[in-house]
């Protein structure tokens, strides 16, 4: 019996100590930056690019079954049906695995979807392969804009600001 109460002194001290770490924890940690809703994301970053004229877009002709897996797709995503537009957007990336047009537009599906960190991977993808101007470019750094904010990551979403400001270039000045 006496082993067991100087047992209990003795522990009772770190007990004590446990006991009072339970309570002890940094706060946790405030959002600062609202989670967007995926539909509200899509039409930012559609709107990105809205009055961008500093680049001139080319157009390389593909085959035309991928605009037409392309209209299917849009009409698809018009129609509520996120699953047959992704179907639809990954038959034209069979065609065309690279072109970087083709993965924002299945980045912004992501976005649609709520599948922030695949919309982030897809929107950097194709600014590596696309212009580093110009409405893709804008459409690119505001798909990560919106994937970082649902994210909760303020420091990368002001980084990629600055490098969606950068895809507006000022024309040349011409005498």
Do not use: H, Y
Not at 77 to 102: C, F, H, K, S
Request: glycine share 6%.
């Amino acid at each position: 019996m006496r082993n067991v109460i100087v047992r209990s002194l003795l522990l009772a001290p770190f007990l004590a100590l446990l006991a009072g770490c339970a309570g002890i924890g940094a706060p946790a940690p405030q959002r600062v930056l609202p989670m967007p809703e995926p539909g509200a994301a899509v039409r930012t970053i559609r709107a990105a690019d809205d009055g961008l004229d500093s680049a001139v877009q080319i157009a390389p002709l593909r085959d035309a079954a991928i605009d037409g897996f392309l209209a299917d797709a849009r009409a698809a995503e018009a129609g509520g049906r996120l699953d047959a537009a992704v179907a639809a957007v990954e038959r034209a990336l069979e065609l065309a695995p690279d072109a970087p047009d083709i993965l924002q537009f299945r980045a912004e599906l992501d976005v649609a979807r709520g599948d922030w960190l695949a919309a982030e991977r897809r929107a950097v993808q194709s600014f590596k392969l696309g212009p580093k101007v110009g409405g893709l470019c804008a459409r690119n750094w505001q798909t990560v804009i919106q994937a970082r904010i649902a994210l909760d990551d303020p420091p990368t979403v002001a980084q990629a600001r600055q490098r969606l400001a950068e895809c507006r270039v000022k024309p040349r000045v011409r005498m």
